[in-house]
């Protein structure tokens, strides 16, 4: 089994920023992608962004240019810088992992980060 913490959530005024961590334990397994889905109240879970053990990233239109997803060296941790934030951008922020364990496919979230963007 592959565990998820995140951390880094809170609230921030309009334009401020904020950085979230991942960190993905457990026994034998290994990370082929990494994200952050968030979810507002009374909307569809939705991606934010992605990135593979190779860099190649992705961002949803809404935040392209103000968020940027990085990994952690051990490629195990993953980190999402939040800058310019909007109120649009408030939500609960889980970590995904879509990951191999025991010889499977799996996907893999995290408990969820609150973040609040208001004035």
């Known amino acids: 089994q592959v565990q998820l913490v995140e951390s880094g959530g809170g609230s921030v005024q309009p334009g401020g920023s904020l950085r979230l961590s991942c960190v993905a334990s457990g026994s034998g397994f290994s990370t082929l992608v990494m994200g952050w889905y968030r979810q507002a109240p009374g909307k569809q879970r939705e991606v934010v962004a992605g990135?593979?053990?190779?860099?190649?990233?992705n961002y949803a239109e809404s935040v392209k240019g103000r968020f940027t997803i990085s990994r952690g060296n051990a490629k195990n941790t993953v980190y999402l810088q939040m800058d310019n934030l909007k109120p649009e951008d408030t939500a609960v922020y889980y970590c995904?992992?879509?990951?191999?364990?025991?010889?499977?496919?799996?996907?893999?979230w995290g408990q969820g980060t609150q973040v609040t963007v208001s004035a």
């Open positions: 995904n992992a879509k990951a191999i364990a025991t010889m499977k496919l799996g996907d893999y």
């Open positions: 990135i593979t053990t190779g860099g190649i990233t």
